[in-house]
């Protein structure tokens, strides 16, 4: 089982940038996909997941407006749009997944059982 996030680079402040998230080893079918990101020296932040059972959307305050999850459940891909990045959204970004039901997420703890490689997102001022 592998999830792999790409399609970060390098972005100028108020740009927009999309990750894309695909899975080899299983198919995005009854689970749960989650953007994280980590910045050099910081703790990992989530940024809120999608349902694939139902495409239905969480987010974390501090992502609410914009940041955006979708996903291609057909074509086992989920998606993260960015919009009006910030110096401060710079970070590596991660897509992860779980078993478990979207509306149960409380983005705290060890609920997502794998985890991919990232993409690094930098935004330039």
């Known amino acids: 089982v592998q999830l792999q996030a790409f399609g970060g680079g390098l972005v100028q402040a108020g740009g927009s940038l999309r990750l894309s998230c695909t899975a080899s080893?299983?198919?995005?079918?009854?689970?749960?996909i989650g953007w994280y990101r980590q910045a050099p020296g910081k703790e990992r932040e989530a940024i809120g997941c999608?349902?694939?059972?139902?495409?239905?959307?969480y987010y974390v305050d501090s992502s609410k407006g914009r940041f955006t999850i979708s996903g291609d459940f057909a074509k086992n891909t989920v998606y993260l749009q960015m919009n009006n990045l910030k110096p401060e959204d710079t970070a590596i970004y991660y897509c992860?997944?779980?078993?478990?039901?979207?509306?149960?997420?409380?983005?705290?703890?060890?609920?997502?059982?794998?985890w991919g490689q990232g993409t690094q997102v930098t935004v330039s001022s």
């Open positions: 992860v997944s779980t078993p478990r039901g979207a509306a149960v997420i409380t983005f705290s703890g060890d609920e997502f059982n794998y």
């Open positions: 080893g299983f198919t995005f079918k009854y689970v749960t």
């Open positions: 999608i349902s694939s059972r139902d495409g239905s959307t």
